[in-house]
């Protein structure tokens, strides 16, 4: 069942915040978050995973509510290097990822 | 840059033809997945290979298939192509060990199918 990701577009001035969320209607193990823009490949931000634990590779912070099956991204002080369409995935098992429709962010000067 | 390849960048096939796409996945890593992104959607799961054995696959029909070689490169094959099959094909290379590890995809091949 694929992740439903809201809002399905933002646009931000720089320096303003957003929060992008991803919610399943399926027990959630570990949430993936990944940027891609436009005509590159999807670059990891980080993962989520049941009991709190974080693994990323950017400034970039996220929650994941196991309860209700959500996870939501965090993007403070946005610059214009941040726009991009932004994917979360669940993993079914051993990294195969079921990828949301995704979210697209512009940031303006 | 992730260290994953895949070749060729843009490939322009006719409909029922069979076409080959390769990827090169990064050091250290020996698993590589298959994803199809079609234009404005996020990314869907077409198979997964490990030590040279599928290893789970998505929704999509048996003329879909790969192969990985001992250096873990990977290769999709597509035969019978249908205009539907138009999209993004990413390969992402990950360490199977465990889950909850994050995958490096290459680039991408976009496949239009006339």
């Known amino acids: 069942q694929q992740p439903v990701q809201s809002p399905q577009a933002v646009i931000l001035r720089e320096g303003e915040d957003a929060v992008i969320n991803c919610s399943s209607s399926?027990?959630?193990?570990?949430v993936h978050w990944y940027r891609q823009k436009h005509g590159e490949a999807p670059v990891f931000l980080m993962i989520l995973l049941k009991g709190g634990e974080q693994k990323g590779h950017e400034k970039i912070s996220a929650s994941f509510n196991e309860k209700k099956q959500q996870s939501s991204l965090y993007l403070t002080a946005s610059q214009l290097s941040y726009s991009g369409t932004y994917f979360c995935g669940t993993e079914i098992q051993g990294g195969k990822l079921i990828f949301g429709q995704g979210t697209e962010l512009s940031v303006k000067p | 840059e992730t260290g994953v390849t895949q070749s060729p960048t843009h490939l322009i096939k006719t409909r029922g033809q069979q076409v080959t796409l390769r990827c090169s996945s990064q050091s250290g890593h020996n698993t590589v997945s298959w994803y199809q992104q079609a234009l404005g959607q996020g990314p869907q799961f077409i198979f997964q290979y490990y030590r040279e054995e599928e290893n789970g696959r998505g929704n999509f029909p048996p003329r879909f298939s790969g192969l990985q070689f001992p250096n873990y490169s990977s290769e999709l094959n597509v035969n019978a192509l249908e205009l539907d099959d138009s999209a993004l094909y990413l390969c992402?290379?990950?360490?199977?060990?465990?889950?909850?590890?994050?995958?490096?995809f290459g680039q991408g091949t976009r496949l239009t199918v006339v």
């Open positions: 399926k027990a959630l193990y570990s």
């Open positions: 992402a290379s990950s360490w199977f060990s465990r889950s909850n590890t994050e995958a490096f």
